[in-house]
């Protein structure tokens, strides 16, 4: 078996040694390798855009999927409270009572919209609003919690129940957003974005 002849860095050719392994050729030319269109591993390399990391994708689903199920519910009370309305039993309700249920869950129902177009943007590099909306709806599972805590008759298995519902997108959510992954991905794509 014949030694494989090596370009060296001067342009001249060389045939290595016998004794040196085919792998050891002092100043060989390596064959040009192509860089990788990403790298998530190495700090401070980047070889072209990144990609969209997998948490940032995971959060956008839960989004949609939470933004989804509140829209799904609001509009149902919505639908409830419109019948309720019409017919003949909207003598048994106050006016304002119906009114304020209205209100609440048109806010529902604007919070779970903001919601989706939070996890849109999201894939997008942009989870300010995500963020916001997650964080808004701990403080108000939290203000739930501790109101069905102070009163009387507070049955405190049903108010933990009731709150772990409530955090169980927007928790995993917070917390895929604030992987490093996540963080670099958005501070690429804001440097990118006009």
């Known amino acids: 078996m014949s030694q494989p002849n090596w370009a060296l860095s001067d342009g001249t050719v060389a045939q290595a040694p ?7 050729a ?7 390798q192509p860089a990788p269109a990403h790298d998530y591993g190495a700090p401070g390399q980047t070889y072209g855009p990144r990609r969209r990391p997998g948490t940032v994708t995971a959060a956008a689903v839960l989004a949609f999927v939470d933004g989804g199920l509140g829209v799904l519910v609001s509009l ?14 909207s003598d048994k309700f106050p006016t304002i009572l119906i ?10 129902l604007a919070h779970s919209a903001l919601f989706i177009w939070g996890g849109v943007r999201a894939l997008k590099g942009r989870k300010a609003l ?5 964080t808004i709806q701990v403080a108000l599972t939290a203000l739930g919690l501790f109101g069905n805590l102070a009163t009387s008759d507070a049955n405190v298995g049903l108010a933990v129940a009731q709150a772990l519902v409530g955090l169980v997108f927007v928790a995993p959510i917070l917390i895929l957003l604030a ?16």
């Open 179 to 194: 992987q490093r992954s996540s963080k670099e991905f958005s501070r690429e794509r804001r440097g990118a974005m006009p």
């Open 76 to 89: 149902l009370y919505l639908f409830v409270l419109v019948v309720l309305t019409v017919s003949h039993y």
């Open 130 to 134: 995500l963020t916001v909306m997650s």
């Open 99 to 108: 009114a304020i249920f209205f209100a609440f869950w048109l806010l529902v």
């Open 18 to 24: 016998t004794d040196w392994p085919r792998y050891a």
């Open 26 to 32: 002092p100043h060989a030319v390596a064959p040009a």
